[in-house]
């Protein structure tokens, strides 16, 4: 496998593996992507202070992460479709999560299904579900889970309808597709063989593991859209919360929060930990990026739920900035579908390591030498929105 010095060449390596429409799926966002942008460029605006003169010989990247000790201050993100991009992506993705010492968060709308990951993995999974209006069918998922070994149910609150993502739309995936648009999608996969033989042909089944109950026509890259159009509730309010609780054993986080006062609400009820998260910008585009809108999250709830962040993290730079401002953890997404992409496993563990070696060399350099002791004294706060 290609060796890659950052995790910007695995999205330039995705690129070549991926038929455009799938790598178009997971590079874009909603809209004008202007959100998707600003998860970036705003991580980019914190400076870090470079500090000399320490004994950095001694680091440790360890963290305790909503009740267990975890060698990074990751988890890979939930991602929809993952064993679309390898074969069996997701089952790839857990095994290399479980090599670098990290969870692995499952989507809904996972390819491999909760059990045949958990049984792959050689630690507990976490489960990333959505709020649908099938509450029965919830409580199968629910039910599923727990029987697999999940202890963390990571359920995602900012979707109560889905935001239009342009690039999905003019690719094919989502919506009643145009014979010339078919056209396209067969001739420009027709250019990825390596693609059509190790996914297309030997990562069969191609269906959402965890709907293919729920679903009429569960082929992944199917429209989807359509069915969760349907089936998610836009009725949730903060009461159904307390419905899940009264169904799940484990610990509960909620993803999706981004003003201070939500999260209020989440501590209120009862949540064990909430991710500072915009959907990684493909939701509400124009809404903040999370970085911007971490710190008076943090100032507001801070020591009373575990706080963790998703979105723009590229490098493990943003990893101890994000730390710095109030985290206690990031997910990375998108960094690990490139990845798996370019090389299954062995694909995210290079990039796990690379992260994980980005973020020993910041924490020498700015004289940290324990993440769980990273704080603001680490940045200059320069940027506006980390006064506010």
């Known amino acids: 496998m290609t060796r890659f010095a950052s995790i910007d060449d695995f999205e330039s390596g995705a690129r070549r593996a991926l038929p455009p429409m799938l790598f178009n799926y997971i590079q874009g966002g909603s809209y004008r992507e202007e959100t998707l942008a600003a998860n970036r460029a705003d991580f980019c605006a914190v400076t870090l202070r470079q500090r000399v003169l320490r004994d950095v010989s001694t680091l440790s990247t360890r963290q305790k992460i909503i009740g267990r000790e975890y060698s990074l ?52 999974i976490w489960f990333q579900l959505y709020m649908i209006k099938d509450r029965s069918y919830m409580e199968v998922l629910l039910a599923r889970a727990h029987q697999a070994g999940v202890e963390t149910l990571v359920l995602t609150v900012d979707l109560a309808v889905t935001g239009t993502r342009y690039r999905d739309v003019r690719t094919g995936l989502t919506g009643q597709r145009s014979a010339a648009q078919w056209l396209r999608i067969v001739a420009a996969t027709a250019m990825r063989p390596g693609w059509l033989y190790n996914v297309y042909l030997r990562g069969r089944p191609l269906v959402f593991g965890n709907l293919v109950e729920a679903i009429p026509d569960a082929r992944a890259g199917s429209d989807f859209y359509s069915w969760i159009g349907r089936n998610f509730d836009p009725s949730v309010t903060w009461r159904d919360i307390e419905w899940v609780r009264q169904r799940w054993p484990g610990t509960i986080v909620l993803k999706g929060i981004l003003d201070p ?79 798996v992409a370019c090389g299954g496993r062995r694909g995210v563990e290079q990039m796990l390591a690379i992260l994980g070696n980005e973020l020993e060399v910041a924490m020498a350099l700015t004289g940290c030498t324990d993440v769980a002791q990273a704080g603001p004294d680490l940045v200059f706060r320069r940027p506006d929105w980390v006064e506010r």
């Open 73 to 124: 201050p990751v988890a890979l993100a939930p991602v929809g479709m993952g064993g679309m991009y390898a074969r069996r992506g997701e089952v790839q993705a857990a095994r290399a999560a479980d090599a670098a010492g990290i969870p692995l968060i499952l989507s809904t709308v996972s390819v491999c299904s909760i059990e045949e990951v958990a049984a792959a993995s050689g630690r507990p």
């Open 261 to 339: 006062d939500d999260a209020e609400e989440a501590v209120a009820a009862g949540t064990d930990g909430i991710v500072v998260s915009n959907h990684g910008g493909r939701q509400l585009d124009g809404a903040s990026s999370t970085i911007a809108a971490l710190p008076a999250i943090v100032d507001r709830i801070a020591g009373r739920t575990s706080i963790l962040l998703d979105g723009g993290v590229r490098s493990g730079l943003d990893v101890l900035r994000a730390l710095a401002l109030g985290a206690q953890a990031c997910l990375v997404g998108r960094p690990w579908a490139y990845a």
